[in-house]
Nanobody
Framework: QVQLVESGGGLVQAGGSLRLSCAAS????????VGWYRQAPAKQREWVAA???????TYASSVKGRFTISRDNAKNTVYLQMNSLEPEDTAVYYC?????????WGRGTQVTVSS
């Protein structure tokens, strides 16, 4: 099993930045991909970005150019640097670790962007 703990959320003004962290523990050697997702009130959870075991990254079109996903293997942590934040980015942000055929979610961290 894998345990994930997100942190770094908060309240920020539009145009500001935040860095989210996703700390992993447990059977981390089985992790193929770590992704960030978000869920706004009354909306479905949506994928934001992902980083593979080999370091390849992908982004949703809505955040490309503003968000950067990265990882620190020594700290077993994946980061999401979020710049030029917009009110539409307000959501609970979750990380997910894929260890096929299973996947694990963290409990999320709230990001609120004021206009």
């Amino acid at each position: 099993q894998v345990q994930l703990v997100e942190s770094g959320g908060g309240l920020v003004q539009a145009g500001g930045s935040l860095r989210l962290s996703c700390a992993a523990s447990g059977s981390i050697f089985n992790i193929n991909v770590v992704g960030w997702y978000r869920q706004a009130p009354a909306k479905q959870r949506e994928w934001v970005a992902a980083i593979t075991r080999t370091g390849a990254t992908t982004y949703a079109s809505s955040v490309k150019g503003r968000f950067t996903i990265s990882r620190d293997n020594a700290k077993n942590t994946v980061y999401l640097q979020m710049n030029s934040l917009e009110p539409e980015d307000t959501a609970v942000y979750y990380c997910r670790a894929d260890t096929p055929p299973y996947f694990y979610w963290g409990r999320g961290t709230q990001v609120t962007v004021s206009s």
